[in-house]
């Protein structure tokens, strides 16, 4: 089932309806501060070498525990280096005392800037590197609490809709959704919705078009939280309605989530301006740190 609870939002209107070994580097010292590494690891999805940030909270290295993990989606079109922008993110959670791992996917290369978190075939699945491939490694290689209730996955702009489809496509691995001035169908790095060749492939990638389904394919893993928020002043004029319109199904059908539109546009100061709010609201709903067993 879909759960959630009210936000509480400085400036806001809201609507709350009840595979490879990998190589790190380290990039950033350790103390009071997450630790950050950068990973890389050989994709099949993408027939080739992807890269990752994950952002150790502070104690990582010496209390032996297990953490719950933010998967960070960053938005498109995009270069190769975007996965990076975890610290902020890392910062907020050790600063407001939310203690979890968290891992910035890279969602972009040279040459495919926009593919928008999608599957689109042999060599361009990033979906499959991203739910599969990428949540393996951090487990296998990192003191993860490998569960689906201390796993959240949170995308900024197409990042947003990437990790609503991804999720949405694998009810399994997150317990914890959020976008962050995103959209719910594929879009054209203009922001218009883009036309797949056919009603079955357009579907699958439009988050309104798993409304009806939702409810059964998420309660056998039990609790989900489903949070989106917008600025009012977004340009992307289609983000804004887009939201909108997945509030109203989601209402309509019964589905608790949260919405929230605030005064704001599509930019870091934005998204800087809320980030402890939105962040500890998704870690809180994540299973907490616990003793590493043996």
């Not at 595979?19 to 590494?37: E, F, L, M, N, V």
């Not at 739910?131 to 003191?143: A, C, F, K, M």
Request: net charge negative; hydrophobic share 35%.
């Amino acid at each position: 089932m879909l759960a959630a609870t009210a936000l509480a939002g400085c400036g806001a209107t809201s609507t709350t309806t009840t595979s490879g070994a990998a190589t790190t580097t380290p990039s950033h010292g350790s103390g009071a501060k997450p630790r950050i590494i950068d990973g890389s690891f050989y994709s099949d999805a993408v027939e080739g070498t992807l890269h990752y940030s994950i952002a150790l909270p502070p104690g990582y290295d010496t209390s032996g525990k297990r953490y719950p993990v933010i998967y960070v989606l960053h938005g498109l079109p995009a270069t190769d280096q975007a996965y990076k922008g975890i610290t902020a993110y890392a910062d907020s959670l050790a600063s407001t005392g939310h203690p979890a791992i968290v891992v910035g996917a890279q969602g972009a290369r040279p040459g495919d800037t926009d593919p928008e978190w999608h599957n689109w075939g042999p060599g361009r699945d990033w979906e499959t590197a991203t739910e599969s491939e990428l949540v393996t490694l951090v487990d296998d290689h990192y003191r993860t609490i490998p569960e689906r209730s201390a796993r959240g996955i949170i995308g900024i702009s197409a990042g947003g809709y990437g990790a609503t489809l991804i999720a949405i496509h694998h009810p399994e691995t997150y317990s914890v959704i959020e976008s962050w001035s995103g959209y719910f169908v594929l879009t054209t790095p203009e922001g218009k919705p883009k036309d797949l060749g056919s009603a079955e492939a357009n579907a699958d990638a439009s988050a309104h078009a798993h409304v009806d389904h939702l409810e059964d394919e998420f309660s056998p893993y039990g609790k989900t939280f489903f949070g989106f928020y917008i600025g009012a002043q977004d340009p992307y004029t289609d983000f804004v309605p887009d939201n909108q319109a997945l509030d109203g199904e989601l209402t309509t059908a019964g589905i608790p989530h949260v919405f929230k539109l605030y005064q704001g546009g599509h930019n870091g100061t934005f998204w800087r301006e809320h980030q402890d709010e939105w962040l500890a609201e998704a870690v809180k709903r994540l299973d907490p740190p616990e003793p590493n067993s043996p």
